[in-house]
């Protein structure tokens, strides 16, 4: 009977186990209700006397044992289940984190408010949806006006016309229609055109639209506001404006900054002059302002409208404006240091 309990002694003390359940079943065969040990216990009182002394503490030893080995076991376990299952080899060198970066047109779009920003110009937004009054007519393009033909339409329903806003002046109207001059407003925002895709053009593209109404507004301050613009966003101080027609300003102008003749680069996007166009803008159209309904007699007020594919492309000499849309992260990786 002794030599029994100390061969289990041996067999609790060699035995090991690698999962949960082994160590479960184990216990159970040992300590539990109907375990070894109880019925070991229960055979004491068989013992003989001069024998019960050394039975009686074997059969301790032994519980002592199993006790021990349960504790052990499950302890080990428990840490190695941590280890490889929840965490993982807690020692290995950690993965890069892959840091996404802003599109192009958000950082030029970005920059560019904050240029207007800081000389007091708000943000504005309107819809994309736009009807015909927003876009055309308010703008002193009424029906059948030949300049409605100088921007290709895309129309979603005819009669009561609407369609995708071809410019983000249609935002200028709304912003006037619902606040009192003074106005700064700038609204950066997508444009759609009926036009064929090419390296220089797309269907779809984003503008940024400039408006100022307030008394005595002058074509010279438009013109030191563009001149403010075109340093703080290129660097570069000469611009000239040459007259130009848009419905909705009279007198109207295209903007055009010198670039410069250093490169190759330079010559073929100036075409040799080293000149580069860059916008359009004059001085706001009585009747867009009565359109509105603000007096025309009281205020006045310029505008300006630029493409930001443009700005971007010419910042960072980006050759084909369909790269923008492509999504391929080759060319958006290089936008990484870039806020
Ligand atoms: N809306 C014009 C376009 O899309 C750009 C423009 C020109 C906006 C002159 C203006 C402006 O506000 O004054 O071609």
Do not use: A, L, Y
């Given at each position: 009977m002794l030599d029994k309990v100390k061969e289990l002694i041996g067999d609790v003390q060699t035995f090991q186990a690698t999962t949960k359940e082994e160590v479960e079943a184990f216990r159970i065969k040992y300590l539990g209700s109907k375990g070894l040990l109880k019925g070991l216990f229960a055979e004491f009182r068989n013992v003989d006397d001069e024998l019960k002394k050394d039975f009686g503490q074997a059969l301790n030893n032994l519980r002592n044992a199993a006790e021990g080995k349960v504790a052990e076991l499950k302890e080990a376990l428990e840490n190695t289940v941590e280890e490889k299952g929840v965490y993982g080899d807690l020692t290995r060198p950690s993965e890069p984190i892959e840091l996404g970066s802003r599109h192009p047109i958000s950082i030029v779009k970005n920059r560019i408010i904050e240029v207007f920003n800081r000389i007091g110009f708000t943000v504005s937004e309107g819809p994309e949806i736009e009807d015909d009054w927003h876009n055309f007519t308010a703008l002193n393009l009424p029906e059948y006006h030949p300049a409605r033909d100088m921007q290709d339409t895309f129309f979603i329903e005819k009669n009561p016309d609407t369609l995708l806003r071809t410019h983000t002046s249609s935002v200028q109207v709304r912003y006037m229609?619902?606040?009192?001059?003074?106005?700064?407003?700038?609204?950066?925002?997508?444009?759609?055109?009926n036009e064929d895709i090419s390296a220089r053009a797309h269907c779809i593209f984003h503008q940024v639209e400039g408006l100022y109404i307030d008394t005595d507004v002058s074509f010279a301050d438009l013109k030191q506001v563009l001149l403010y613009f075109t340093k703080e966003m290129f660097g570069k101080s000469k611009i000239r404006l040459r007259p130009s027609y848009f419905p909705f300003t009279e007198p109207s102008a295209e903007v055009d900054i010198y670039w410069g003749l250093e490169t190759e680069t330079d010559y073929r996007i100036t075409k040799g002059t080293g000149w580069l166009e860059i916008m359009g803008?004059?001085?706001?159209d009585p009747n867009v302002l009565k359109n509105c309904n603000i007096d025309p007699t009281k205020y006045s007020g310029y505008a300006f409208g630029m493409g930001i594919e443009r700005i971007a492309m010419l910042l960072y000499q980006i050759p084909d404006i369909r790269m923008f849309y492509e999504n391929d992260v080759r060319f958006l990786e290089q936008f990484k240091s870039v806020i």
């Open positions: 229609e619902n606040n009192e001059p003074p106005i700064r407003t700038i609204s950066p925002g997508r444009v759609f055109r803008c004059g001085m706001v």
